[in-house]
Every structure is written in C-alpha cells, then in structure tokens.
C-alpha cells in the first residue's frame, strides 16, 4: 500500500449523471447503481498508476481480464452510506479483484476480503489517500507490510488480508526487493550505494512509464530506496 494522489475533480461522466438527475423533474435520485462507472474507473486507475489500491497488484480496465478487471471500491463501505453518499468519488478507490471467485477465504484480499467480514468489522482507519498514514508503512525483506501505527498494522491483515501467503502477496513483494537488490548490487557492492546512484534508481524502478503505468508492488522499491537514501 502506498499513498495516492487522487484527482479532486469528479470524472465528466459522473458529473453529468448527477446534473441530470437533479434537473430532470421531477429530480431522479442519485444511486452507485445506476450511476455511470467507465470515467470513473478510468480516473482511478490512472490516479494509482494502474495499481490496486491496496496490494499494489496490476489492475486491467478490460472487462474480459477477470481476474485484473479493476473493482471501484468504497472506502468508507457502501451499506453504511446513503445512496448520494455512495456516488461521492472523494470515498472510491480502484482495486483488484482480490480472488473474490476462491471458495477459500485466505485466498481473498483487499475488499474481496473486507466484504466477508462481518458488516460492523468493515470500517477501518487504514486510507491509502492519507500521506502521513502511509508514511507510517514498511516491508520488511521476506515480503512482509507492515505499519509503525499498532492499529493501522493490524488492519492490514485483519481487514485486508495483505500478508497473505495463500494469495502470494508477500512472496511478490519479497520477489520485488530481491530483484531491486541484485540490480543495485550487479552496478555496486552495498557499501558504495550513494545518494545519485540510488535516485537513479528511483527513476527506473518508481516512476511511471509513458504510458501511466507503475511497476507492480512499486511501494515496495519505493520504501527500500528511501530507507538506504536516508542512510
Ligand atoms: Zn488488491
């Protein structure tokens, strides 16, 4: 999980929907169902780089890609929200779809996960649209999140089931740090990692390509290269 830059603007689409519902008479009320998702899907993945929002997995805008298809997600969750409340873009993230079709629940994550809980275990604190909570996040070398807050890193297994071996998110994650440790290390031996060679770095690894893209589990270099910059 890493901190998302969201678009203040809500995508044209959704505006229009809701202009309209308010002018028609009478007005039509405003619902997450019947309003339009393609601009807000497309937003979302752009504002996270085409990321989940919360595993960092690749998220696919192509409906056929079922198991990438990026799901809109309420942070605040739906069934305690008012129908308008619901449409708010402030509140969505994009997010993958969390092995929602596995009949084994280890296997879920993200809000595939949270939607198993009980309705009153849903809420959480944990907001990858909070900069200073997302400061608060770490990894650890076998693959591992965590956060420096108690209960922030406890949500994040409980609530989103981000430590998941059944799902493979830490073995990624280690996956991603090892391979950023043997690019370092075939350049220079550890000791000679300076400031400039790893912001180098930064540019390969955690920056998006032309096309908007970030790598997958980008959070994940980005913590280790400003861990040793701060060294
Ligand atoms: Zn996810």
């Not at 993945?45 to 890609?65: H, I, N």
């Not at 595939?112 to 009153?120: K, N, Q």
Request: net charge neutral; hydrophobic share 30%.
């Amino acid at each position: 999980m890493r901190y998302i830059k969201k678009s203040e603007t809500e995508p044209r689409d959704l505006r229009e929907y809701k202009k309209n519902c308010r002018k028609a008479s009478p007005p039509l009320k405003i619902t997450y169902k019947d309003m339009p998702k393609d601009g807000t899907r497309q937003q979302l993945a752009r504002d996270q780089g085409y990321l989940c929002a919360y595993c960092m997995r690749r998220v696919s805008l192509d409906p056929a890609d079922q198991l990438n298809y990026l799901n809109i997600e309420h942070l605040d969750p739906q069934n305690q929200l008012t129908d308008e409340a619901a449409t708010d873009f402030s509140n969505l993230l994009g997010v993958c779809p969390g092995n929602r079709s596995s009949t084994e629940n280890a296997k879920k994550t993200c809000d595939a996960y949270r939607g198993i809980l009980e309705e009153d275990q849903q809420t959480m604190r944990l907001n990858p649209l909070d900069e200073a909570q997302m400061d608060t996040i770490f990894y650890q070398r076998n693959g591992e999140i965590g956060s420096t807050d108690t209960e922030l890193n406890k949500e994040l297994s409980d609530k989103l089931n981000l430590n998941s071996e059944a799902a493979y998110l830490p073995q990624n994650r280690e996956t991603a740090y090892s391979q950023l440790v043997r690019f370092l290390k075939a350049k220079k031996p550890i000791g000679e990692w300076s400031k400039p060679f790893l912001q180098q770095a930064w540019q390969l690894f955690c920056t998006p390509d032309k096309t908007g893209l970030y790598r997958e589990y980008v959070g994940v270099y980005e913590y280790w290269l400003k861990h040793w910059m701060k060294k």
